[in-house]
């Protein structure tokens, strides 16, 4: 029997397991699924009990499964969720279509083991790894598959971090009682214009909050609003073999002009992309990847990761009418005085100026380059050489199928990784289009093998 143990029970992992438990003969794997958190199948995206958090997907492209592209929309159907095919779902209901999924299949196969704890170390053996977890016990595994997903954000990137011992100083936005910590009356300066901003400031918003609201980030770019119903036809022959980044961005551009032309939307020619992404992430050289980090990737970003409409005409509505504020500036230096309140200094083209507020939120993205995490057992697996960052520290060396690449340059193929960790790989990875079908053919490979 071969024993594969998946770490992390986020989206990512949940689907392995579910797409494993549906490929795989029940007598021939034996599968342990160690998370954590207190519950399967919701990880950081899909964890939140708020309703006004939706899904930045809409419905129709949110299927578990990638052969059955209508399964989430049925699910709601059946489960008395009126939702159609363009609505943005709560994440919530997410989570429990996910969980809902894992419980059918265990419910068929016994061949699940869930534990409840964090793995803190990988030892190779002779036959594959023992799985270290936390308190001590050991899980035996001839294959791993790290699943480990988002981690927390970095502290903002400035010389003096003795601020980050202050009370309304928060750092894990989606920690429980993180969000309490806000009185209603304080001023709030959120780091990060993306859509954990966005969420929070919806947060606020829900709760009658009557500070400030002020979000900053070196661009200040918001995320742009859905827009449903365009399309535009695929032009990835253009883009073939090119392996210059702002060679592919002319073309990008000539194509946006074009669909505005015609009553199109610059979005659906983004969109059309998103096939090809991969492929076309995969065709540059280092230098070329980290040119576009550098230069381009916020752009790309607030085009790529949309608000849903309901957010976007809440969070449109706040800047008109001053009660929430978004800047572009470069933090500079961020301290507390006596009675805790912060006040951050920012540079803007050329001059300085300052920010006074009672809370400060970090919703930087989440940490990216691994030799900086906190985690246990990232560090482990970096020390002992099992695994090493990808040439652009966006996440772990690995083939583009998942399995991961040692400090040797040596390729397992014992341990796998799938969603986050191949950023640097892959670029598009971190939602669940691309995610379910990793999940898909890694639940294929491991069972055929
Ligand atoms: C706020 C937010 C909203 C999003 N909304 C969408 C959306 O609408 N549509 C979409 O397609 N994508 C969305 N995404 C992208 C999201 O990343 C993916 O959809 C998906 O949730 C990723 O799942 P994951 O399992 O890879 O990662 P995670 O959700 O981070 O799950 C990883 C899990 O691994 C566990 N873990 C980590 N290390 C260990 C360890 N050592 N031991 C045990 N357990 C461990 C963690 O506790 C966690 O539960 C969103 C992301 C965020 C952050």
Redesign the pocket.
């Known amino acids: 029997m071969k024993k594969v143990v998946i ?9 392995l397991v579910i797409d494993l438990l549906r490929a795989a003969k029940s007598q021939t794997i034996s599968i342990t699924l ?4 207190e ?2 199948g ?7 009990a708020l309703e006004h ?5 809409p419905a129709a ?2 299927s578990a499964f990638p052969d059955e592209p209508d399964h989430f929309l049925n699910w709601l159907g059946e489960n008395r969720h009126s939702f159609g095919p363009s609505d ?1 779902v709560p ?1 919530r209901i ?1 989570g429990e279509y996910l969980s809902s999924l894992l419980d059918a299949e265990v419910r068929r196969s016994a061949s699940l083991v869930r534990v409840f ?4 170390d990988l030892e190779p053996t002779d036959y594959g790894f023992v799985v270290k ?2 308190s001590g016990k050991e899980i035996p595994a001839d294959l791993v598959v ?6 927390l954000p970095p502290h903002p990137s400035v010389p003096d971090l003795s601020f980050i011992t202050a009370e309304k100083y928060i750092r894990d936005v ?1 920690s429980e009682g993180s969000f309490e910590k806000i009185d209603a009356t304080d001023d709030v300066l959120i780091i990060g214009t993306g ?2 901003m966005v ?1 929070f400031v919806l947060n606020l918003r829900s709760t009658g909050h009557q500070g400030k609201i002020k979000a900053i980030s070196t661009k200040g770019l918001l995320p742009a609003e859905h827009r449903l119903g365009y399309t535009y036809p695929s032009f990835a022959d253009e883009l073939k073999g090119l392996e210059k980044i702002t060679q592919i961005f002319t073309i990008v551009r000539k194509h946006v002009a074009v669909a505005e032309a015609n009553g199109s939307d610059w979005r659906a020619v983004i969109d059309s992309l998103r096939p090809v992404t991969q492929e076309l992430w995969q065709q540059l050289p280092t230098a070329e990847k980290r040119y576009f980090m550098q230069h381009l990737s916020r752009h790309w970003n607030a085009a790529r990761h949309r608000m849903p409409p309901a957010a976007a005409a809440i969070i449109n509505e706040m800047i008109a009418t001053g009660s929430l504020e978004v800047i572009s500036g470069r933090l500079r230096h961020i301290s507390t005085d006596a009675a805790g309140r912060f006040l951050v200094n920012y540079s803007r083209e050329g001059s300085q100026d300052y920010i006074a507020c009672d809370a400060l939120v970090n919703c930087i993205a ?1 940490q990216s380059n691994f030799t900086r995490l906190e ?4 560090k482990n697996l970096l020390g002992r050489g099992a695994v090493r960052c990808d040439a652009v520290s966006l996440g772990l060396d690995a083939s583009p199928d998942g399995r991961l690449i040692d400090i040797n340059g040596v390729v397992s193929d014992r341990l796998w990784t ?4 191949l950023k640097g790989t892959l670029w598009e990875t ?6 379910r079908i990793q999940a898909a053919n890694l639940a294929e490979r491991i069972a055929s093998t």
């Open positions: 770490i992390g029970g986020g989206a990512s992992g949940t689907l160690v998370e954590k958190r519950k399967i919701r990880g950081v995206a899909y964890s939140t958090h939706l899904l930045n997907v492209k949110m943005f994440r997410y704890e964090e793995a803190a977890l936390a790290l699943a480990f997903g988002n981690f989606w859509l954990s969420d989440s985690s246990d057992l990232v799938l969603g986050t960790a971190t939602a669940i289009p691309e995610i």
